[in-house]
């Protein structure tokens, strides 16, 4: 076991430094130096069942805006289950994308009415799964 752990160290220094297992998703991705790529979409997901662990922001938290503000759950009226609009998100080269959401409504809102957005981490969603229909070629 010494020797492992010896081993083990070795090699992180040898890589440039000490290397962390015990980090969640969420501290990996909110100090992830990569840069955000925004992408354009129309999508409708569901709040999961762990969407206490993860919070709402109005700005994606590793991004360059200044005043990034936390919205409670409650005041959001979000929870789980609910169905959510996603109309933006995120990319920064971890597992899991930053998602745009608002309260989803089959009814057309009025142009003066401002919907209130919020920002969340990828594994607090439900997303759709795609699925596709392939045909099996035989020769």
């Known amino acids: 076991m010494f020797k492992k752990s010896i081993l083990l160290t070795v090699?992180?220094?040898?890589?440039?430094?000490?290397?962390s297992l015990t980090q969640s998703a969420t501290t990996q991705a909110a100090s992830m130096p990569g840069s955000l790529t925004y992408h354009k979409t129309s999508s409708v997901a569901k709040i999961g069942s762990q969407y206490k662990s993860f919070k709402?922001?109005?700005?994606?938290p590793t991004s360059n805006f200044k005043n990034i503000k936390t919205i409670s759950w409650k005041k959001s009226g979000l929870k789980k289950g609910t169905k959510v609009r996603i109309d933006l998100y995120a990319t920064q080269g971890?597992?899991?994308?930053?998602?745009?959401?608002?309260?989803?409504s089959t009814k057309k809102a009025k142009t003066n009415k401002k919907v209130q957005k919020y920002w969340i981490y990828g594994q607090a969603l439900v997303l759709p799964t795609t699925t596709s229909n392939q045909l099996a070629l035989s020769y």
């Open 11 to 19: 090699a992180a220094l040898g890589l440039g430094g000490f290397v």
């Open 94 to 104: 971890t597992q899991f994308n930053w998602y745009r959401i608002s309260k989803y």
């Open 56 to 60: 709402l922001t109005n700005h994606i």
